[in-house]
Nanobody
Framework: VQLVESGGGLVQPGESQRLSCAAS????????MGWYRQAPGKQRELVAL???????TVVDSVKGRFTISRDNAESTVYLQMNSLKPEDTAVYYC?????????WGQGAQVTVSS
């Protein structure tokens, strides 16, 4: 099983960025997918989830700015991040939760700084 994140990097405050997570080795459509993040010195925290049926949840700190979506045909989950703030700086991890197992990606650094 592999979850490969892409799209991270350095952006300025107020800009947008989209993260992608391409999954392989799982029946993607059966998995709930999520994005977590971990800032320096802090615990990993949930950012957004999308169920296998497409229902989404985002945490209050990013509500209205971040959107999670999935493309089952491409086995890919996305995190669209708008109006980025310096406090969004973190390593963002893709997460897959299935009927009997869960998996993590390797992480993608997102840095929001002027």
């Amino acid at each position: 099983v592999q979850l490969v994140e892409s799209g991270g990097g350095l952006v300025q405050p107020g800009e947008s960025q989209r993260l992608s997570c391409a999954a392989s080795g799982i029946i993607f459509s059966m998995y709930a997918m999520g994005w977590y993040r971990q800032a320096p010195g802090k615990q990993r925290e949930l950012v957004a989830l999308i169920t296998s049926g497409g229902r989404t949840t985002v945490v209050d700190s990013v509500k209205g700015r971040f959107t999670i979506s999935r493309d089952n045909a491409e086995s890919t989950v996305y995190l669209q991040m708008n109006s980025l703030k310096p406090e969004d700086t973190a390593v963002y991890y893709c997460y897959a939760a299935g009927p009997s197992a869960a998996y993590w990606g390797q992480g993608a650094q997102v840095t929001v700084s002027s």
